[in-house]
């Protein structure tokens, strides 16, 4: 390949990003659309975006829903006070409950929180949150000192993140 | 608008799309089939559900962490009475992406996003000063990783 027609992997990184940032073009082949875009052939945007999903640089290439239209009206943070030495083993089985969306350990703030896993879970309803809550509950067994449940009131700000941060 | 008001085919197609397609020439062309639709029926119904808010975004989903981003979710105790103004003034920072009242003591929860820890130390300690505010910041030390989420 000739020196001007070769991309670095750093920059086509960047320009793959850079087009597919606001989604992925809605063709049948849109790895194609994105490869005219970037100025190179689809196999090279195809392998470079296979290198980026197995190093976890991309994580899926995928729809995000919005919950709330898809009539998921309420949403729970539910947080629990997990001993340290099981809290790793338990939130990988929490993470999979197909009702959780999300699922992260975090640190505690003593006295005031004692809460170190965070599991968030979006359902129809209040009752049928309480209902999951009561599940994760069960899982966590004797490993579980006290959880709580944090619905959502209202949402003040949500604005889509930028791929590099910062910026909006 | 309710997940009611979709037909047996947009559950399925939704439930495929969340769990993520392939990177391969014509990566709609399994889930078409397994459809009964065409490749380009798929294409244009992602499109109806993007224009329709069903779909919040479709495409790569980056990791930021992995992509020299911060992400940290921060608590506060905010006041009744100045909440509309202090929700103002923290979304106010750009840095500040997601911002949510929660039903709890701490009843504000947001997500700041930067480039670097000390871009998000920096940008707490900013919000602090011009709300007063004492924050919690709960940056995540472990993410338990999700495959297909929300079966429709």
């Given at each position: 390949?000739?020196?001007?027609?070769?991309?670095?992997?750093?920059?086509?990184?960047?320009?793959?990003?850079?087009?597919?940032?606001?989604?992925?073009?809605?063709?049948?082949?849109?790895?194609?659309?994105?490869?005219?875009?970037?100025?190179?052939?689809?196999?090279?945007?195809?392998?470079?975006?296979?290198?980026?999903?197995?190093?976890?640089?991309?994580?899926?290439?995928?729809?995000?829903?919005?919950?709330?239209?898809?009539?998921?009206?309420?949403?729970?943070?539910?947080?629990?006070?997990?001993?340290?030495?099981?809290?790793?083993?338990?939130?990988?089985?929490?993470?999979?409950?197909?009702?959780?969306?999300?699922?992260?350990?975090?640190?505690?703030?003593?006295?005031?929180?004692?809460?170190?896993?965070?599991?968030?879970?979006?359902?129809?309803?209040?009752?049928?949150?309480?209902?999951?809550?009561?599940?994760?509950?069960?899982?966590?067994?004797?490993?579980?000192?006290?959880?709580?449940?944090?619905?959502?009131?209202?949402?003040?700000?949500?604005?889509?993140?930028?791929?590099?941060?910062?910026?909006? | 608008?309710?997940?009611?008001?979709?037909?047996?085919?947009?559950?399925?197609?939704?439930?495929?799309?969340?769990?993520?397609?392939?990177?391969?020439?014509?990566?709609?062309?399994?889930?078409?089939?397994?459809?009964?639709?065409?490749?380009?029926?798929?294409?244009?119904?992602?499109?109806?559900?993007?224009?329709?808010?069903?779909?919040?975004?479709?495409?790569?989903?980056?990791n930021v962490e992995k992509m020299g981003g911060e992400f940290t979710l921060v608590a506060a105790k905010v006041p009744a009475e100045s909440f509309e103004d202090i929700s103002e003034?923290?979304?106010?920072?750009?840095g500040v992406a997601h911002n949510y009242e929660r039903e709890h003591e701490l009843n504000m929860w947001f997500v700041t996003a930067t480039s670097t820890k000390a871009e998000t130390?920096?940008?707490?300690?900013?919000?602090?000063?011009?709300?007063?505010?004492?924050?919690?910041?709960?940056?995540?030390?472990?993410?338990?990783?999700?495959?297909?989420?929300?079966?429709?």
């Amino acid at each position: 390949m000739s020196p001007e027609t070769k991309i670095a992997a750093d920059e086509l990184e960047r320009r793959i990003i850079e087009a597919t940032e606001a989604g992925l073009p809605l063709v049948v082949e849109p790895y194609a659309e994105v490869a005219r875009q970037v100025g190179t052939s689809p196999e090279i945007v195809m392998t470079t975006m296979q290198r980026m999903l197995e190093r976890g640089a991309i994580r899926r290439i995928a729809a995000v829903p919005d919950h709330y239209r898809l009539g998921f009206r309420a949403n729970g943070m539910t947080v629990w006070d997990v001993d340290d030495g099981d809290v790793d083993r338990l939130g990988a089985l929490v993470g999979q409950l197909d009702f959780v969306t999300h699922c992260y350990r975090r640190p505690r703030h003593l006295p005031g929180w004692s809460y170190n896993l965070f599991a968030m879970v979006h359902a129809e309803t209040r009752e049928e949150v309480m209902k999951k809550s009561a599940e994760i509950r069960k899982l966590l067994g004797r490993s579980l000192r006290g959880g709580d449940v944090l619905f959502s009131k209202r949402i003040l700000k949500k604005t889509g993140f930028r791929s590099r941060g910062g910026t909006r | 608008m309710n997940q009611h008001a979709l037909s047996q085919t947009d559950r399925e197609l939704l439930n495929i799309l969340q769990a993520g397609i392939p990177v391969v020439p014509r990566p709609y062309a399994a889930c078409a089939e397994a459809l009964g639709l065409s490749e380009e029926q798929v294409v244009s119904r992602i499109g109806e559900m993007l224009a329709g808010g069903l779909l919040t975004r479709f495409g790569p989903m980056f990791n930021v962490e992995k992509m020299g981003g911060e992400f940290t979710l921060v608590a506060a105790k905010v006041p009744a009475e100045s909440f509309e103004d202090i929700s103002e003034q923290v979304n106010a920072f750009p840095g500040v992406a997601h911002n949510y009242e929660r039903e709890h003591e701490l009843n504000m929860w947001f997500v700041t996003a930067t480039s670097t820890k000390a871009e998000t130390d920096a940008l707490l300690r900013a919000i602090s000063e011009k709300t007063g505010l004492t924050l919690f910041a709960m940056p995540k030390e472990k993410e338990f990783f999700l495959e297909l989420k929300l079966k429709l």
